[in-house]
């Protein structure tokens, strides 16, 4: 299980408050506040730390880049931007050839990966950077 943690504040009351996500591989578990907890209204921001988020209705809903982020750090990899072959834009973790299997085993996501010299592999999501 990996948390996502952030900070969102309300455009209308001003208010700043900390929040989660839970996630199981894609299965989000646990949400976070869709109302403001002090004026109720739903004008919530995400306040910006480099997560990539998508707007989803009145909600927010977590992307594979978010969730690519989040096992990929739990694992003990260190995900970075990288712009690639397919038009790909957006995390990538570079290792060696010998560490694909344990990249595959920390995350549900589909992966895909471009060769970088003669051992080293750049992986990220399948179908784009979102
Ligand atoms: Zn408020």
């Given at each position: 299980m990996s948390y996502i943690q952030f900070r969102q504040s309300c455009s209308d009351c001003g208010e700043e408050w900390n929040a989660a996500f839970g996630i199981v591989g894609t299965t989000i578990i646990a949400q976070p506040p869709e109302?403001?907890?002090?004026?109720?209204?739903?004008n919530i921001n995400k306040i910006a730390d480099g997560w990539e988020w998508e707007k989803s209705g009145e909600g927010m809903k977590i992307t594979k880049q978010d969730v690519f982020r989040a096992d990929m750090r739990d694992a003990g990899f260190d995900p970075e931007n990288y712009v690639g072959k397919n038009f790909y834009r957006g995390l990538a973790v570079t290792v060696d050839r010998g560490k694909l299997q344990d990249v595959i085993r920390a995350t549900k996501l589909e992966l895909q990966w471009d060769s970088l010299g003669k051992n080293d592999l750049v992986i990220y999501p399948a179908g784009g950077g979102s």
């Open positions: 109302k403001c907890p002090k004026c109720g209204l739903k």
